[in-house]
């Protein structure tokens, strides 16, 4: 099992940048591949990015490629999503969460996780 929290989420103006990080406990980090998802008000939870185990092999939405970077350090069990040129639109609540299962590439579906952070909100103001 892991424990995933979420931190760095807070207000920032448009076109500033935020890095968010999720901390896992438990000693099989490596062995999950993560994602982070948002979920703005009165919208569905969306795919944002994902990383494989090593880190080697990311996924990103349409939304947010070129802006937005995934990234993790096993040493430290955390992932990292660094945000750039945020937009108002990015305005969400911002989940990590991990999965036990075989990387194979894009991994986009909010139901092949089975690990989820408490989330942190990530406003921008226009």
Known sequence: QVQL???????????????????????????????????????????????????????????????????????????YLQMNSLKPEDTAVYYCAASSGRWSGKHTLGSEYGYWGQGTQVTVSS
Do not use: H
């Not at 207000?11 to 406990?25: E, K, N």
């Not at 062995?31 to 994902?50: D, L």
């Not at 070129?66 to 992932?79: E, H, L, Q, W």
């Open 5 to 79: 929290v979420e931190s760095g989420g807070r207000l920032v103006q448009a076109g500033g940048s935020l890095r968010l990080s999720c901390a896992a406990s438990g000693r099989t980090f490596s062995s999950y591949y993560m994602g982070w998802f948002r979920q703005a008000p009165g919208k569905e939870r969306e795919f944002v990015a994902s990383i494989s185990w090593s880190g080697g092999s990311t996924s990103y939405a349409d939304s947010v490629k070129g802006r937005f970077t995934i990234s993790r350090d096993n040493a430290k069990n955390t992932v």
